[in-house]
């Protein structure tokens, strides 16, 4: 295995620090009712869990490999967006809102991981991290999905498994608005460095 070289350590950390925003505001999300209780449409809901286990992998993998490169590890959340999670957390009201705040959150996470794959030094951890990157892209097509069914008015669309004949054309689409991923949300590199 190639040892991460201390110039990964910044955008190690600041992986990090988006990884630990993510999952704090995923937290909050899925201790409302609407989030993670039993008013929350079911794929919601999942979405939540599943997303937690998944970023819980992430800040090891991130940590593991912060500590390789001889970094310290980052336990608190990104300096950008936190701000932006502590303003819009009080305005969720529904499930609607807590997917477009995780929405929000999921875009520059995967954003920053694409774009963190070219500059990582070593194979192992570009590796890792192109796997973390690519579950962030998948919930973020997830995301997608369930906000524009959500926008509908029609709860009952986000259902598992969703009735196929009731479901609007663009919903097999939506998920996917990009031919090439974006990375121009991407956070700088030393963005959540120590």
């Known amino acids: ?52 286990e998944e970023l819980g992998r992430a800040r090891t993998d991130l940590a593991d490999a912060t500590r ?46 694409v774009r963190d794959v070219v500059d990582l030094t070593s194979p192992d951890v570009r590796r890792t991290v192109a796997g973390h990157a690519a579950a962030a892209a998948r919930r973020k097509a997830l995301l997608l999905t369930l906000g524009a069914l959500l926008s509908t008015g029609r709860s009952d669309l986000v259902a598992a498994p969703p009735d196929l004949g009731a479901l609007p054309p663009s919903a097999g689409t939506v998920g996917f608005p990009d031919v090439l991923f974006p990375t121009e949300k991407a956070s700088p590199s030393a963005e959540g460095a120590l």
């Open 1 to 52: 295995m190639t040892a991460p070289a201390p110039a990964d350590v910044p955008i190690l950390q600041t992986a990090s620090s988006l990884v630990v925003l993510t999952t704090t505001t995923y937290r909050s999300l899925q201790a409302l009712p609407f989030g993670g209780g039993a008013n929350a449409p079911g794929p919601v809901r999942d979405l939540i869990a599943a997303a937690l």
């Open 68 to 113: 390789a490169a001889g970094g310290r590890v980052q336990n608190g959340s990104n300096p950008r967006y936190a701000p932006v999670v502590a303003q819009a957390l009080p305005t969720v009201r529904g499930p609607g809102d807590v997917v477009g705040l995780a929405l929000t959150l999921e875009d520059v996470l995967a954003q920053t991981l």
